[in-house]
């Protein structure tokens, strides 16, 4: 029998709602991931009986679905939400004690629906399942993909799609959103058992500091700094960070319009809703502040019980956000160029490449991928006259250092050859829709060791053509 908890349901009931999935009568298994399986500890034996009881063709025993309530800001907005597709399914524990959320996606209408189907396209969950499973092996926190299946039923979007839902796996899905519709919503009793409650799940090591909602406060700033770094190292851009879509333990989550980077520019953005492009690549440091000062601001009546004081201390913790930021995400750039000390004196050094990949409209991946393998030879651009200087400057840092092999392994650790193209992952998808699943296999096969150059495989390296790129969009809710 699988083993759920439900350590969620003590909270106060305003911040759930009870609801049962829909019931499917022919769903059909898409991908499953059996190394996912194997990491919950969810016996073989199991495996068969938590696809049925996801599909909803078993009850699973004693069962409490949920979905959870949370408001946000959205594209800089006050909302009031909560999962308007999504159920949490309940809580597994693996055999190193980690408790993890199942949770489903596209299983139907909740409380929170409002105007929507709560249902999801066969499409846009296969993406969400190929784009967190290339997250989690590029070694960066996000949520994990158990399984996607067919409905069998058609969904209305601007045409009908075949419906599904997707299984993901997270250590919690409380969110900033949900400190929002506490602190909005709910009574000072509230947000005080929701802090608590956090603590004691996600960090109990601060449990019993002396402010520990404002050491909550400090972990989430620290989390969410190291996670927006390691997007920025890999050209991820998330494309909308929301509040509600800010994991409170440091996951990526919600991949909606999310989008690798090709031609590198601060600018970048291929969400179609992002107008604007509040959410573009270059932006993100400053979105996370922002949204860590919507916590910060959530938190206030539990920091301490003097309003100017509680003030003062959150308004310290946010004033440290820049030089932490220029401090870790600098260290991150000079691993990619394979320099492993703190040096300010260096951080010229990466801005001087960015600005060379701006101007000369460089690849992000390809370019570091090249300096890592020595690929810079006299043809093209990076061989070129305008890129020399800084090639001879960097060069002779690294020869100076005399540490060349461990710069080159720091390099190969850091620097991916394989990310998922935008272009390769439209084509793996519109071919998985219509039933063929070999491209999206291989391409989760080629995802799955993305730091693992191999010449045979350099086609997958290939960015797109720059018509492609220009007319790209991605699209969320669907
Ligand atoms: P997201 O953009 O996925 O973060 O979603 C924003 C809000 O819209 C959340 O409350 C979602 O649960 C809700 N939502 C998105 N799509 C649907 C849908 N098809 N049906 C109901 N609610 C939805
Ligand atoms: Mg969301």
């Not at 159920?87 to 524990?93: F, K, P, R, S």
């Not at 997250?135 to 409905?151: E, Q």
């Not at 991916?416 to 935008?422: E, L, Y």
Request: proline share 5%; hydrophobic share 40%.
């Amino acid at each position: 029998m699988l083993n759920l908890e439900y350590s969620y349901l003590s909270l106060p009931g305003k911040f759930y709602q009870l609801v049962k999935p829909a019931s499917f009568r022919q769903p059909e298994t898409v991908l499953l991931n059996e190394a996912l399986l194997e990491e919950l500890a969810i016996p073989p034996a199991n495996h068969q009986e938590l696809v049925s009881f996801l599909l909803g063709k078993e009850s699973g025993g004693k069962t409490s679905p949920f979905a959870q309530a949370y408001a946000g800001h959205q594209f800089g907005n006050f909302t009031n939400l909560g999962d308007g597709r999504a159920i949490v399914m309940g809580e597994c524990i693996t055999a190193t004690n980690q408790r993890f959320d199942i949770q489903l996606k596209g299983s139907g209408r909740t409380l929170y629906s409002r105007g929507g189907d709560g249902k999801a396209t066969l499409k846009a969950m296969l993406r969400e399942y190929l784009i967190s499973e290339a997250m989690h092996h590029l070694n960066i926190p996000t949520s994990r993909s158990l399984l996607v299946a067919k409905t069998g039923e058609l969904v209305q979007r601007e045409t009908e799609h075949d419906g599904a839902v997707l299984a993901r796996v997270m250590k919690s899905h409380i969110r900033i959103g949900t400190f929002e519709y506490a602190s909005h919503l709910g009574t000072t009793e509230d947000l005080g058992a929701l802090s608590d409650y956090t603590i004691h799940r996600l960090y109990p090591e601060i449990e019993h500091e002396e402010s520990p909602a404002l050491s909550l406060l400090k972990k989430v700033m620290t989390v969410q700094i190291d996670l927006v770094v390691n997007w920025m190292r890999v050209g991820f851009i998330h494309g909308v960070m929301n509040t509600d879509n800010v994991s409170i333990s440091g996951e990526t989550f919600d991949y909606g319009p999310c989008a690798f980077m090709n031609v590198y520019h601060p600018d970048t953005v291929f969400s179609s809703i992002d107008r604007n492009g509040r959410y573009a690549f270059g932006n993100q440091p400053g979105i996370i502040k922002w949204n860590i000062a919507r916590l910060a601001e959530a938190l206030l009546p539990i920091i301490h019980p003097e309003p100017s004081t509680a003030l003062q201390l959150a308004q310290t913790c946010i004033d440290q956000f820049d030089n932490i930021w220029v401090e870790k995400y600098y260290e991150m750039m000079l691993l990619k160029l394979g320099i492993e000390k703190k040096a300010p004196e260096l951080y010229l050094l990466v801005d001087e490449l960015l600005a060379l990949m701006q101007n000369l409209k460089l690849d992000y991946t390809n370019t570091f991928l090249a300096l890592t393998h020595d690929k810079v030879t006299g043809e093209g651009t990076l061989g070129g006259p305008e890129f020399k200087p800084w090639l001879d400057k960097w060069k002779n840092i690294l020869n100076h250092s005399n540490l060349y092999e461990q710069a080159k392994t720091r390099m190969k650790e850091n620097n991916p050859a394989f990310v998922p193209r935008n272009h390769l992952v439209e084509e793996a998808l519109d071919s998985a829709v219509n039933g063929n699943l070999d491209l999206i296999k291989q391409l989760l096969v080629v995802l799955g060791k993305p730091y693992h150059y191999q010449e045979n495989l350099s086609h997958f390296t290939i960015p797109p053509p720059p018509v492609f790129e220009n007319e790209y969009a991605t699209y969320c809710g669907t």
